[in-house]
Each structure stands twice: as C-alpha cells, then as structure tokens.
C-alpha cells in the first residue's frame, strides 16, 4: 500500500479547486439503476470508491462508461439479484443500491454490510422504512433478501436522521404507488442533490435538506444530465490545512453555505473565511491558535466526517479543548496516532480531552479510515521533521489526489508506491549485502 512522506513546516499559498463531492456521487451513481434511460453525471471525483460503485453498476447490467468530463450511465436491463458481496463488504456505499433495484424491480438479495472500522453502523432504519412501504425484509446466511409486489407510500419517522436510510428510502419511494412522507429525515446537502437529481429523473420529491421529505411516487423514470455538488468535507480539510500550517490560501469551488458548523468553529478558533469577488473563498489561518469544543451532530451540527481533521488542529491550540463524537461510536482511532507526533489527547467515553503543545513531531503513522488519515496528513503539514502516513488506500477513498493538491499549495508531500518501496528495500539490502 502507498504511503504519504512529509515533510512539515511550510507556509501554504496558492489556490486550489475542491473536487465533486464523493458523498453525492455514490448515491447519485446508485440511483441511476432506478431509470432505463441515459444519466450522465458531471463532476464526479475519480475516486477508488467511485470506481467500486461504477463496478457494483457494471455487475449488474448497466453499461457505464467515463467521458472526459462525465460518467454515462444506461441500464437497460438489471442482471442477478443484486450487487455483488464482495463489493458490498469493500464499500459500505453498496448497499444504497437495494433502494434503486427496490424500486426498480420490487426485489433486491445483497448481503448485509456489516459494521466497519469507526463503528456498527446497521442497517435497521433502512430496513424498518422498507417494510413500512410494504416490503417484506428476510436474513439468512448472511444476506438479506428484500422483496415487494407493489410499494405503496406511507408516513416513516426514522428514529435517527440517518443519512443512508434517507436516500435508500427516496430512491424506492420514487417508483412506490402514492405519497411517502419522510419524518426526522437527514438534512444534508447530498440529500438535497440526490433530490434535485431523482427529480431531475422525473421524480416528486419536496422537502429535501428540511426534517420532512415528501416522495410522490411515479410510475416510470428518465433520463437526465447532472452536475454533483462540491465536496464540503473536502473544502473542510483544505480549510484546516491552511488553520494549521497558519497560511492563507484560496480555495475554488466551494458552498460556503455547506459549511456553516465549520466555517463558525474556524472563526471561533481565530481564522478569517472570506468570498472573494472574483470566486473562490480566501481562508486566512496565520491566527488560528484558539482552542474550541466541539460536538458532532447530524447536520446543520458539525460534520462527524470533519471531527478528526479539527482534533489535529486543537493538538496546536493555545489552552483545552473537548471534541465530543455524537454519532459515531469509534471514532477516535487518530486519537493514538496524534499522540505518537507529540498530541495530549485522553479519550473519555465519547469525549476526547485535549491539552494544546508548541509542536507535534513527525512519525511513521497508520491511517485507519479515511478522515483519520486526512487528520494525520494534517497534523504532518504541521509537524516538524518528516511524517509518513501509512495505508493511503483510506485517504484515496475520499480525495483526488490529495498529494498533489497539497504539493500544488507549497507543501513538501510526495508518494511513495509499495513498487518504489520494495525496489528501495531491494537496493538497500543488496547494498548491506555486497560488500563494496
Ligand atoms: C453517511 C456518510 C458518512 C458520514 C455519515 C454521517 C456517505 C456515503 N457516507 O454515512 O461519510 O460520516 O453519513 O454524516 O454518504 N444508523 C443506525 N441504523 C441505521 C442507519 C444508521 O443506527 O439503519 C446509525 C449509524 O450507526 C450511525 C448514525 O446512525 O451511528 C449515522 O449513520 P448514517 O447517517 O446512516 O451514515 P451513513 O449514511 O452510513
């Protein structure tokens, strides 16, 4: 697996162009299965996890193909039962399909998901909405079959605003007979975009980005062209990467609006966040040193998803701070890696204590997921002497190229394959092995 050499302590400058949002594609790609006709997506991020639910469309039946700018998608027929479970286990994303081809066909087998690495993350609430627009929900050996003669739309109160059940259950209740209401629904800017783009479709959908979805059901779909959002949580990480190396820098393609939580814990920390006239957003970290608390909360709160980047901005706070994870339960896996570049940060259920220091040391660190890892590379813009991040393949799920976005911005950051790895392993141990 790749690796991220850096080395810290340089200011950053220029500009640099947030990519589409990772969080829209994958659902947005899912919801292609629910029409016959042509979908062509713009802006999609060429990331790993895209590339897998572009295999998941593939397997089953979709012809889908990259133009230079677009991802084309036509799935005239649906082939087997449902995605391929090896799929499923390397993404979680999968499972957003069994609303598409609920809808679609009335049937879906996929196999359960399973929890992952920051958390259990089930799937009930997608479950219990199935069922409540009159599917039938059966378990065995480690599948689940979902199957309904007809959907008919009713009213669902989800016991949590979960993101996934939200799309999963817009997506089916598209092609449902009747109106589904949506209650406790997720607010997020990819709910509003996967909304915007099932009506796009031909979809009924209002009430996307409040607490009450309204679905009115059609009976056929078509086709459209649609550009995805930008990546807040993107936007977030280049934001902090200018907080912690206390640089100024432009950032394009960006909806402020998106990042209300975190533009407001960036200003309280001390930075500045200004649109330009000309595009783009100038975000001003020289005097970001002020320590916050923090509690993750389903949006408009603050995004779990940028918890990990802000706690490698508060290990350089001058004073305490307290980040509180609300909605995942293990998500404090970069906790003991910070500590190891010189962070004081003491877990205490789901509240993380930290003590600011001078100066994080650089150190060969694992990412464990991917925004534990955009936290490390963080941290090691920051540190002094020479990080490694271990195991980008996480890091890659969520960002194109960060690397060279960040090389771009003055950083001293470059990739080391497992190819270069082992060949310099190989020259090394030659060396120590010949004596010259
Ligand atoms: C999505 C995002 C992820 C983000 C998360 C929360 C994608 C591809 N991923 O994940 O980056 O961190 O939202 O903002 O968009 N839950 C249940 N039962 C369920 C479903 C969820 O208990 O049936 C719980 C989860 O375990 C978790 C919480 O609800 O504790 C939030 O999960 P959810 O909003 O569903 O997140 P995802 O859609 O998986």
Same mark, same amino acid.
């Given at each position: 697996?790749?690796?991220? =050499?850096?080395?810290?302590?340089?200011?950053?400058?220029?500009?640099?162009?947030?990519?589409?949002?990772?969080?829209?594609?994958?659902?947005?790609?899912?919801?292609?299965?629910?029409? @016959?006709?042509?979908?062509?997506?713009?802006?999609?991020?060429?990331?790993?996890?895209?590339?897998?639910?572009?295999?998941?469309?593939?397997?089953?039946?979709?012809?889908?193909?990259?133009?230079?700018?677009?991802?084309?998608?036509? #799935?005239?027929?649906?082939?087997?039962?449902?995605?391929?479970?090896?799929?499923?286990? $390397?993404?979680?994303?999968?499972?957003?399909? #069994?609303?598409?081809?609920?809808?679609?066909?009335?049937?879906?087998?996929?196999?359960?998901?399973?929890?992952?690495?920051?958390?259990?993350?089930?799937?009930?609430?997608?479950?219990?909405?199935? @069922?409540?627009?009159?599917?039938?929900?059966?378990?065995?050996?480690?599948?689940?079959?979902?199957?309904? &003669?007809?959907?008919?739309?009713?009213?669902?109160?989800?016991?949590?605003?979960?993101?996934?059940?939200?799309?999963?259950?817009?997506?089916?209740?598209?092609?449902?007979?009747?109106?589904?209401?949506?209650?406790?629904?997720?607010?997020?800017?990819?709910?509003?975009?996967?909304?915007?783009?099932?009506?796009?479709?031909?979809?009924? %959908?209002?009430?996307?980005?409040?607490?009450?979805?309204?679905?009115?059901?059609?009976?056929?779909?078509?086709?459209?062209? !649609?550009?995805?959002?930008?990546?807040?949580?993107?936007?977030?990480?280049?934001?902090?990467?200018?907080?912690? *190396?206390?640089?100024?820098?432009?950032?394009?393609?960006? %909806?402020?609006?998106?990042?209300?939580?975190?533009?407001?814990?960036?200003?309280?920390?001390?930075?500045?966040?200004? &649109?330009?006239?000309?595009?783009?957003?100038?975000?001003?970290?020289?005097?970001?040193?002020?320590?916050?608390?923090?509690?993750?909360?389903?949006?408009?709160?603050?995004?779990?998803?940028?918890? #990990?980047?802000?706690?490698?901005?508060?290990?350089?706070?001058?004073?305490?701070?307290?980040?509180?994870?609300?909605?995942?339960?293990? @998500?404090?896996?970069?906790?003991?890696?910070?500590? $190891?570049?010189?962070?004081?940060?003491?877990?205490?259920?789901?509240?993380?204590?930290?003590?600011?220091?001078?100066?994080?040391?650089?150190?060969?660190?694992?990412?464990?997921?991917?925004?534990?890892? #955009?936290?490390?590379?963080?941290?090691?813009?920051?540190?002094?002497?020479?990080?490694? =991040?271990?195991?980008?393949? !996480?890091?890659?799920?969520?960002?194109?190229? %960060?690397?060279?976005?960040?090389?771009?911005?003055?950083?001293?950051?470059? @990739? =080391?394959?497992?190819?270069?790895?082992?060949?310099? &392993?190989?020259?090394?141990?030659?060396? *120590?092995?010949?004596?010259?």
């Amino acid at each position: 697996m790749d690796k991220l =050499v850096i080395y810290g302590g340089k200011k950053l400058k220029g500009r640099v162009k947030v990519s589409g949002a990772k969080n829209v594609s994958l659902p947005i790609l899912a919801a292609s299965l629910l029409t @016959r006709e042509k979908v062509c997506l713009k802006d999609v991020p060429p990331l790993s996890d895209v590339y897998y639910m572009m295999k998941v469309l593939e397997k089953l039946g979709a012809q889908v193909y990259s133009a230079k700018d677009s991802i084309n998608i036509k #799935a005239d027929t649906i082939r087997g039962e449902g995605p391929a479970s090896d799929l499923v286990s $390397r993404m979680r994303a999968s499972f957003l399909t #069994a609303g598409a081809l609920l809808g679609r066909r009335g049937r879906v087998k996929i196999s359960l998901p399973g929890g992952c690495s920051i958390g259990r993350r089930p799937i009930d609430l997608h479950l219990k909405g199935f @069922r409540a627009l009159g599917a039938k929900t059966e378990e065995a050996c480690g599948y689940i079959c979902i199957t309904a &003669e007809k959907l008919r739309g009713e009213r669902i109160y989800l016991d949590f605003p979960s993101v996934g059940a939200t799309e999963n259950l817009m997506m089916a209740a598209s092609k449902a007979l009747g109106t589904t209401v949506i209650e406790n629904a997720a607010e997020e800017p990819e709910i509003v975009d996967l909304a915007n783009f099932l009506n796009a479709l031909g979809a009924k %959908i209002s009430g996307a980005g409040t607490k009450v979805i309204r679905i009115e059901g059609v009976r056929e779909l078509g086709g459209a062209v !649609h550009t995805v959002i930008p990546d807040r949580i993107e936007a977030g990480t280049f934001m902090v990467a200018a907080a912690i *190396t206390r640089s100024k820098i432009l950032l394009d393609n960006v %909806i402020l609006d998106h990042l209300k939580a975190v533009v407001a814990k960036l200003k309280e920390a001390g930075a500045r966040l200004e &649109e330009q006239p000309e595009g783009g957003v100038l975000v001003s970290g020289e005097n970001c040193t002020l320590p916050l608390d923090i509690k993750t909360l389903p949006y408009p709160g603050f995004p779990t998803d940028m918890q #990990a980047q802000f706690m490698a901005l508060l290990t350089l706070a001058e004073g305490n701070s307290v980040i509180t994870e609300n909605i995942f339960e293990n @998500r404090f896996m970069h906790v003991s890696e910070l500590n $190891r570049m010189g962070a004081n940060i003491r877990v205490e259920g789901s509240s993380a204590f930290l003590q600011g220091v001078k100066q994080l040391q650089g150190f060969p660190v694992r990412s464990t997921d991917l925004r534990a890892g #955009a936290a490390l590379v963080l941290a090691g813009l920051a540190a002094r002497g020479c990080t490694e =991040v271990l195991e980008v393949n !996480h890091i890659d799920r969520g960002y194109y190229r %960060i690397d060279e976005k960040l090389r771009q911005l003055g950083a001293e950051i470059h @990739r =080391v394959t497992m190819k270069e790895e082992s060949e310099k &392993e190989m020259t090394e141990a030659t060396e *120590t092995a010949v004596p010259r």
